[in-house]
């Protein structure tokens, strides 16, 4: 453990700046004092406590690498990632919620809004005014959004909306999403359609085993007239979503580390209080094993991510460098919960550590925002030059 009571067997710490460990120390004691002591009801709840968004806000969880103008953080990457993990540690659900505002909906209207649309929307989606979301998948695109059939018509004074979008975190407790569809020249175009405009709905997905605390829905779109000047103007095809998934990626690939600290530390201290046969399981090679691969491979994600960081706050990293971490980040992270699990024996399945909370939560982050196969194949691809996945 570092000075700040953390995982951190390289002395990462030492390749942070003092504002790097504020950031980390206040996100911290934020989930300590606001999410710890709840996100486990919560969870066995299903239930999204939506007065974390306006706290989200206050914090400074949403947008952080946005420019101060917009109400945003104006920090760089590293920053993005210690708050993405910390919040991480404590859920990934709470995560979820955190990224979607961030990377899904503010950095879109950041990067391909106009000035209007980043002035009337950014400052109320930082303070947690407004919660967004992000309306890529549909029922049946999901690792192949290129193929989506929503789609818009030009009716001179506004566009028509007509389709629908599944799996979206936060739709049913959103005032605002961002929406991809694709206009009569076939062409993806990204919309911001409020609620409470005629004709759409946001029908909530319940049942879920993973992410209880985040809420996920669907977005209908039935002739939705959608005002010109909510178009996003300055990105068109692919690589407007791409654009957005690439930021959120690169938040995943910290915060699942988070997790994986959080099961490593909870299975390091469970080992060394847990007696059998007369003595700490920790003292059994089997048990040594567990824990060292854990440590291990925690290492070598967190040198990963923080090189990661080092070549976003440079506009250096490529959307396949950063499909490997958010790959190999939440494959770890699985890993050590999955081991983790084994090491507090039966107590692992309760509520009473956060384990299988996690364990559940990764089957979500391991598919969304790109499959761990997808990603796989990402990086078959930039290795090859051949794409195998089309
Ligand atoms: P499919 O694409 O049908 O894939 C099924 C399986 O086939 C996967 O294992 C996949 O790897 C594999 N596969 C598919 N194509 C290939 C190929 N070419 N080669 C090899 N294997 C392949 N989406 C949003 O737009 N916004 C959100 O906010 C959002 N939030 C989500 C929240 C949750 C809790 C979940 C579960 C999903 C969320 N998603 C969201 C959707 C998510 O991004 C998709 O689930 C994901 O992209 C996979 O799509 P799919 O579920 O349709 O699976």
Redesign the pocket.
């Given at each position: 453990l570092n000075a700040a009571g953390f995982t951190d067997y390289y002395d990462i710490d030492g390749l942070l700046t003092e504002e790097h460990k504020l950031i980390r120390q206040s996100i911290r004691d934020f989930v300590k004092k606001e999410i710890s002591p709840s996100i486990e009801k919560w969870a066995q709840d299903n239930h999204f406590p939506s007065e974390i968004v306006k706290k989200f806000g206050d914090v400074g969880a949403f947008g952080p690498t946005i420019p101060t103008e917009y109400g945003g953080g104006g920090l760089d990457y590293i920053s993005y990632g210690l708050i993405m993990q910390e919040i991480e540690r404590g859920d990934s659900g709470m995560r979820?919620t955190a990224s979607?505002q961030g990377s899904?909906v503010m950095y879109p209207i950041y990067a391909y809004g106009s000035e209007e649309q980043r002035k009337k929307y950014l400052p109320k989606l930082a303070s947690g005014e407004w919660l967004g979301?992000?309306?890529?998948?549909e029922p049946d695109h999901?690792?192949?959004p290129g193929g989506m059939v929503t789609n818009i018509k030009d009716m001179g004074d506004y566009y028509l909306l007509n389709g629908a979008?599944l799996?979206?975190?936060?739709s049913p407790e959103a005032q605002v999403a961002v929406v991809w569809a694709k206009n009569e020249q076939g062409r993806i175009k990204g919309l911001i359609v409020e609620r409470g405009m005629e004709g759409f709905t946001t029908p909530e997905i319940h049942n879920?085993w993973?992410?209880r605390a985040?809420c996920?829905g669907e977005l209908v779109f039935d002739n939705v007239k959608v005002p010109k000047e909510n178009l996003l103007p300055n990105v068109e095809g692919l690589r407007g979503p791409l654009g957005c998934l690439d930021s959120a990626r690169y938040g995943i690939a910290w915060g699942a580390i988070g997790v994986a600290i959080d099961c490593y530390e909870s299975a390091l201290k469970y080992s060394l209080e847990r007696e059998q046969f007369g003595k700490p399981i920790a003292a059994f090679q089997l048990q040594q094993k567990k824990l060292a691969e854990m440590i291990t491979e925690i290492t070598k994600a967190q040198l990963m991510v923080w090189r990661l960081g080092m070549l976003k706050n440079e506009g250096k990293a490529t959307s396949a460098q950063i499909s490997m971490a958010k790959r190999n980040s939440v494959d770890m992270a699985l890993q050590v919960a999955r081991e983790a699990r084994q090491i507090h024996g039966g107590m692992g399945i309760t509520g009473e550590y956060p384990i299988m909370r996690h364990m559940m939560n990764l089957e979500?982050v391991i598919?969304?925002?790109?499959?761990?196969?997808?990603h796989l194949?990402i990086t078959g691809a930039d290795i090859t030059g051949i794409q195998a996945?089309?």
């Open positions: 979820s979607v899904l979301c992000f309306g890529l998948t999901g690792s192949n979008k799996w979206i975190s936060n879920k993973s992410l985040s996920t979500s598919t969304y925002e790109g499959t761990h196969d997808i194949l996945f089309k």
